[in-house]
């Protein structure tokens, strides 16, 4: 699995009310969907056997993100007594909750804390633990070594920027 990008996590932590996160891990989505299918690409390879696992449902204002979404409201809070509106729409964010380093690092942690409960899932149906370094954008970043951002890549594997 690639790394999970921020917009779950800022739908954990920016959400009210808190929503409720129900973690999906999907096998077989490369063998219908394959980067390397041909012409016509939107149309699904028939035939391929797909696995939908669902895990159980998370309450985000308790548990593993109850603390994240405290530390959220508390940065929030802060930049609201600089600026009224701040934080006040969800996905309408001043420079510093989308930059300061407080904030990338907590939307990080809720990122992974989101991937580790997919992971969980996965080890549930008995595939083997994947090598931590696909966890991390650096990881995708350096893919291939060529500066080619899509298709196969010097490893064999394949990327598709969406």
């Known amino acids: 699995m690639r790394y999970f990008k921020w917009g779950v996590s ?15 891990y999907i096998e077989g989505m490369d063998q219908v969907y394959h980067e390397s299918r041909e012409f016509p690409r939107p149309i ?21 993100f109850g ?6 409201r508390d940065i929030v809070s802060r930049e609201q007594a600089k600026d ?19 904030a990338k690092e907590l939307r990080m942690e809720c990122t992974m804390k989101v991937r580790d409960e997919i992971i969980k899932l996965r080890r549930s149906r008995g595939l083997p633990d994947e090598d931590p370094k ?11 070594g060529t500066g080619q951002r899509e298709g196969q890549m010097a490893d064999g594997s394949w990327v598709k920027d969406t």
């Open 10 to 24: 800022r739908l954990i932590l920016e959400s009210e009310p808190a929503p409720t996160f129900v973690p999906v």
């Open 44 to 64: 699904p390879r028939p035939g391929k056997d797909l696995a939908v696992t669902f895990g159980d449902a998370i309450e985000t204002d308790q548990g593993i």
């Open 67 to 72: 603390e994240m979404r405290r530390k959220w």
């Open 84 to 102: 009224p509106e701040a934080g006040r729409h969800v996905g309408v964010l001043t420079e510093n909750l989308k930059y300061s380093e407080e």
């Open 134 to 144: 696909n966890s991390l954008v650096a990881t995708w970043r350096a893919e291939g």
